[in-house]
């Protein structure tokens, strides 16, 4: 086997570990998606979106955080009434979410947009008292134009195979020259 001793093994996984990061599609800090931050009053309101793109026709999940700004622990919250408007101001959508039975300091609401640019406007209350208010920009793309498998993905998978088989091949090489 190639991968006898534990020097190339840990060698071979440092060289998967580096391909992935490199050229995986774009990782935030709460999982695979977009995240957005802004900081209101004693707050941080975090936006996301658990797709690489939003797009026009398919169910996106949006996660809608607050937090406390200086420690960043979780805030508790009813409710948050999420509006989005399009470019002209008119509502096209608007929803009032309950907060998560499962995480504190969150909501999460499962959607699916028109094709556009949306601001959203996100309001965080906690019985009759306002806590946060902010607005973030959202972009969603059509939906033709991103369907069938993603080319990002295609392109990690194809480097990473070929970085595999010369990582292989190193290792064989080394082998036999010992």
Same mark, same amino acid.
């Given at each position: 086997?190639?991968?006898k001793?534990?020097? *190339? *093994?840990?060698? !071979?996984?440092?060289l998967?570990?580096?391909?992935?990061? /490199?050229?995986?599609p774009r990782v935030?800090?709460?999982? /695979?998606g977009? $995240?957005? $931050?802004?900081?209101?009053n004693? !707050?941080?309101? %975090?936006?996301?979106?658990? =797709?690489?793109?939003?797009?026009a026709?398919e @169910?996106?999940p949006?996660?809608?955080?607050l937090l %406390?700004? #200086? @420690?960043?622990?979780?805030?508790?919250?009813? =409710?948050?009434?999420?509006?989005?408007? #399009? =470019?002209?101001?008119?509502?096209?959508?608007?929803?009032r979410?309950g %907060?998560?039975?499962?995480?504190?300091?969150? &909501?999460? &609401?499962?959607? $699916? /947009?028109n094709?556009g =640019?949306?601001?959203?406007n996100l309001?965080?209350q906690?019985?009759?008292?306002d806590?946060?208010e902010t607005? !973030? #920009?959202?972009?969603?793309?059509a939906?033709?134009?991103?369907?069938?498998?993603? +080319?990002?993905?295609?392109?990690a998978f +194809?480097?990473?195979? +070929? &970085?595999?088989f010369? &990582?292989?091949?190193?290792l064989?090489?080394k082998? #036999?020259? %010992?």
């Open positions: 086997m190639l991968l001793t534990p020097m *190339r *093994r840990l060698f !071979f996984l440092f998967i570990a580096v391909i992935f990061s /490199l050229f995986s935030s800090a709460h999982g /695979l977009q $995240s957005f $931050s802004k900081e209101v004693n !707050f941080k309101v %975090e936006f996301e979106y658990e =797709s690489l793109e939003a797009i026709g @169910s996106t949006y996660i809608f955080r %406390e700004k #200086d @420690s960043g622990k979780s805030v508790l919250f009813d =409710s948050v009434f999420v509006r989005f408007e #399009d =470019s002209q101001g008119r509502t096209h959508l608007s929803v979410v %907060e998560d039975q499962i995480q504190e300091g969150m &909501a999460r &609401a499962v959607l $699916s /947009l094709e =640019s949306y601001r959203v309001s965080f906690k019985g009759e008292e806590l946060a607005q !973030f #920009d959202l972009k969603v793309l939906g033709e134009n991103t369907k069938g498998f993603p +080319i990002n993905l295609l392109a +194809i480097l990473g195979g +070929i &970085a595999s010369l &990582a292989f091949k190193f064989a090489k082998k #036999d020259d %010992e």
